[in-house]
C-alpha cells in the first residue's frame, strides 16, 4: 500500500533562514511526487511535481524540492523564508501504473515563519 | 479562466438537516474529488468519481452521498447520518495527473448550528 508521511507537525524558522519541509514516501517503482501549499480558509495550490528527469525541481514563490530515489525523500526547499510564507504544506504521492493518478496527501506540516 | 468552483463559501446547518455543496468545474477533468478537513488536520476523502455516472467511496462516505450527472458536477450532499459535520469541505478535479496533479477549489466551511 502506498502512504505518505510529513514528520513534522509544524515547522518553525526566522525570516531569511533556509526552509526545509520534508516527504517520505512508499510506492512500489516510481511515483509522481507533488507539494501544494494551503492559506488560511483557502483551496489547496500546487506548487511544483516531479515526474521524470533532473532530481532537483523548481517550482512557485522560490520554492524547490529534490527527489531522492534511494532515500524515497521528496523534501521541500526555500533559501530565505519569508513571513508570507507561514501556511500548511502538504506533500503528495501517485504511482505511475494508476492510470487514473489518484493522489496520497500526507498529512500536512504547518510552517511558521517568525520575523 | 478555467477552474473549480464551490459554493457557497459558508453553509450554517441546523441539525437533522441535509445540505448540499455545490462543486464545478470546467476544466474538462474526467475525475473529481471531494475532502474533508478539520482544524489543523490534513485531508480525509469522503467520495470520488472518475467517470460520469460513477462514483466511489473514499475513507469517511458514512453520512455523506454524491452524484455525477454531469462531468462538470459533483455535489456532495451532507446528511442528518453525519454526527459531526462542522469541517472545511474541499473539492477537487484532475485530468491529466502529470499537469498539476488534482486543482483545487477555495473550499465550504460547513457549521452545524
Known amino acids: 500500500a502506498q502512504s505518505v508521511a510529513q514528520p513534522e507537525d509544524q515547522v518553525n524558522v526566522a525570516e531569511g533562514n533556509p526552509l526545509t519541509v520534508k516527504c517520505t514516501y512508499s510506492?512500489?517503482?516510481?511515483?509522481?511526487l507533488f507539494w501544494y501549499v494551503q492559506y488560511p480558509n483557502r483551496g489547496l495550490q500546487f506548487l511544483l511535481k516531479y515526474i521524470t528527469g533532473d532530481n532537483l525541481v523548481k517550482g512557485s514563490y522560490g520554492f524547490e524540492a529534490e527527489f531522492n530515489k534511494s532515500q524515497t525523500s521528496f523534501h521541500l526547499k526555500k533559501p530565505s523564508a519569508l513571513v508570507s510564507d507561514s501556511a500548511l504544506y502538504f506533500c503528495?504521492?501517485?504511482?505511475?501504473?494508476?492510470?487514473?493518478?489518484?493522489?496520497?496527501f500526507g498529512a500536512g506540516t504547518q510552517v511558521v515563519v517568525t520575523p | 479562466d478555467g477552474g473549480i468552483t464551490q459554493s457557497p463559501k459558508y453553509l450554517f446547518r441546523k441539525e437533522g438537516q441535509n445540505v448540499t455543496l455545490s462543486c464545478e468545474q470546467n476544466?474538462?477533468?474526467?475525475?473529481m474529488y471531494w475532502y474533508r478537513q478539520d482544524p489543523g488536520q490534513g485531508l480525509r476523502l469522503i467520495y470520488y468519481s472518475q467517470i460520469v455516472n460513477d462514483f466511489q467511496k473514499g475513507d469517511i462516505a458514512e453520512g455523506y452521498s454524491v452524484s455525477r450527472e454531469k462531468k462538470e458536477s459533483f455535489p456532495l450532499t451532507v446528511t442528518s447520518a453525519q454526527k459531526n459535520p462542522t469541517a472545511f469541505y474541499l473539492c477537487?478535479?484532475?485530468?491529466?495527473?502529470?499537469?498539476?496533479?488534482?486543482?483545487f477549489g477555495s473550499g465550504t466551511r460547513l457549521t452545524v448550528v
Open positions: 510506492v512500489s517503482g516510481n511515483p509522481y
Open positions: 477537487a478535479s484532475s485530468g491529466q495527473v502529470t499537469n498539476y496533479g488534482y486543482t
Open positions: 503528495a504521492v501517485s504511482p505511475r501504473t494508476d492510470s487514473w493518478g489518484k493522489l496520497q
Open positions: 476544466l474538462n477533468h474526467d475525475a
